[in-house]
């Protein structure tokens, strides 16, 4: 029986929701229900993974360093591609992983990308580095950290799209922020256990002086984080697939194919209409999930929305891991360099000041964005956080050498505040809102690799480039890629004008998605192509 709608009248009764798409309406969009909860368990530690094994790396590099060459600074060019080779396979799995969630579906490929995840960091901590040669030990980890970064990077298409499909338009953006900002916990917990397991291996390294027990340490260190990937395994292996996406698939964008009746998925809170399948025979016939992706970005209005996307996340990430990747200059000029005293008081130092970093600004301004990315939107937030991001930025490269240990940390924190509490967290919600279901994964993998192709660029470049033109000179390169990520338009203020004066609008290509159903979007111009054929 039809249900009437205050506003629509009369509409369709539609199939029982699943119950991640139950939503009463009468709470903010950050109070969750449990399933709710149970979803973000299942997708959230993808990312507290993806922190935790990226940022880790930091701490480990300077431990290798009293394990494999007597406190030395690793070999530039070793360094370097360690640090880059998890984005490195990043890119790997954003591409495959997302094209394939598309294609195959998000039930035959979620869960692989945690088996990656697992199999590579076991491969990792089995590093014999008693039998190979220091550069030899080096280059296992890096082999087996690209592997790693192929599972991390295909969890961001495969998690945002899973979320994505099984989320209420109005709560959307909130359940993609929460868990995204688990990429904050991951980098936390990362440093608080590398201070409590270097505390634990106190005596052995500092009083009986056996730095080379350090080795022991990292294992610990990076062997950690099997306990969440095991912990959820099951969970994601078995995770049924999305009433969404399997209507998303019967709806063909061929026009020879569109029909009468295709109607938009929706939820409550924008529409009750749903997709009706097509006849089997049309099923069929329908085009290889890679023709129709190239056919819907072959047109501008959509072609600019990924351009947009992928520019935007390209720019955010050689700021955002250029900094990240490469704290040890952040660390020297807070005087937490590990630069006095013993290997042990240098190395428990130096984690301290990780501790501080994340604490002060990495993880509030993830929270901020939940609470507020349905309220002011994720336009407004990407825009406020470039330009924030910029202006702190600009600070730090201007007065690089003038500032104090304490203005310095204010500085940095509120620097690391507005990347989360703006762009390094909308770039990740954008693409898995704006584009229709059918190519969600396929668009967010894409847009994700450009993001790790600019975090590829900065943790290959940084150090090299820091020692010819200098740290503050880098920190402007870093500067202008937040400008050229917000982007002005005609009815900027002077001020922003005078900051971005080639007007290269990126963000602002791209539409706000508060509210927006894109599988209703694309249904509508499939109907208006059909009737432009008619006539």
């Known amino acids: 029986m039809a249900k009437l709608d205050a506003e629509q009248g009369p509409i369709p009764s539609r199939p029982a929701l699943e119950p991640f798409e139950r939503d009463a309406g009468d709470k903010p969009p950050f109070f969750l229900s449990l399933a709710e909860i149970k979803l973000l368990g299942i997708a959230g530690v993808g990312f507290f993974l993806d922190a935790y094994d990226l940022f880790i790396i930091n701490p480990v590099s300077t431990m290798l360093q009293y394990r494999l060459y007597g406190g030395k600074s690793l070999p530039n060019d070793l360094q370097g591609l360690l640090k880059a080779a998890a984005n490195i396979g990043s890119v790997i799995g954003q591409f495959g992983f997302g094209y394939c969630a598309d294609a195959f579906g998000r039930k035959a490929v979620y869960g692989k990308e945690l088996m990656l995840i697992i199999f590579a960091t076991i491969m990792c901590i089995s590093c014999p580095t008693g039998d190979l040669s220091p550069r030899n030990s080096l280059i296992w980890l890096t082999m087996f950290r690209i592997i790693l970064g192929i599972g991390v990077g295909g969890d961001y298409p495969m998690s945002a799209s899973v979320t994505s499909d099984r989320a209420v338009i109005r709560k959307r953006g909130t359940l993609l922020a929460y868990i995204f900002a688990n990429q904050g916990w991951g980098s936390l917990v990362g440093s608080l256990a590398t201070i409590v397991v270097l ?173 507020t990315i349905e309220k002011l939107g994720r336009k407004v937030i990407q825009i406020q956080g470039f330009f924030m991001t910029a202006l702190f930025l600009g600070i730090l490269a201007g007065r690089f050498t003038e500032l104090g240990n304490a203005s310095f940390i204010v500085c940095f924190a509120f620097l690391q505040f507005f990347f989360n509490f703006g762009p390094n967290t909308t770039t990740y919600c954008y693409p898995a809102e704006v584009f229709p279901t059918k190519f969600r994964a396929s668009a967010h993998g894409m847009s994700a690799a450009c993001g790790k192709a600019g975090a590829i660029i900065s943790a290959l470049v940084f150090n090299t480039l820091t020692s010819k033109i200098g740290t503050p000179n880098v920190l402007w390169i870093f500067f202008a890629c937040s400008l050229l990520g917000a982007g002005t338009s005609p009815s900027s203020s002077s001020f922003v004008r005078v900051l971005n004066p080639f007007g290269i609008a990126f963000t602002l290509l791209l539409p706000e998605v508060a509210g927006r159903d894109p599988d209703v979007i694309l249904a509508e111009e499939l109907r208006e192509k059909r009737l432009q054929r008619q006539y």
């Open 199 to 371: 505390a634990c291996y106190k005596h052995v390294m500092n009083d009986e002086g056996e730095t080379s027990k350090v080795d022991g340490v990292w294992r610990i260190v990076v062997g950690l984080s099997l306990i969440p990937a095991f912990g959820t395994l099951y969970q994601r292996l078995t995770l049924p697939e999305a009433d969404r996406y399997t209507k998303s698939k019967n709806m063909s964008t061929d026009e020879d194919d569109i029909k009468d009746e295709k109607k938009g998925i929706s939820d409550s809170a924008a529409s009750d209409r749903s997709y009706q399948p097509d006849e089997p025979e049309a099923a069929l016939e329908r085009k290889a999930h890679f023709k129709e992706f190239i056919e819907y970005f072959s047109e501008w209005r959509h072609a600019k929305v990924l351009i947009g996307t992928c520019a935007c996340w390209f720019l955010l990430d050689i700021a955002f891991y250029g900094i990240n990747l490469n704290q040890n200059v952040v660390l020297e000029q807070i005087g937490y360099d590990g630069k006095t005293g013993t290997a042990w008081e240098k190395l428990f130092k130096i984690s301290t000041g990780n501790i501080i970093i994340t604490a002060l600004g990495f993880v509030p301004g993830y929270y901020v964005s939940v609470l």
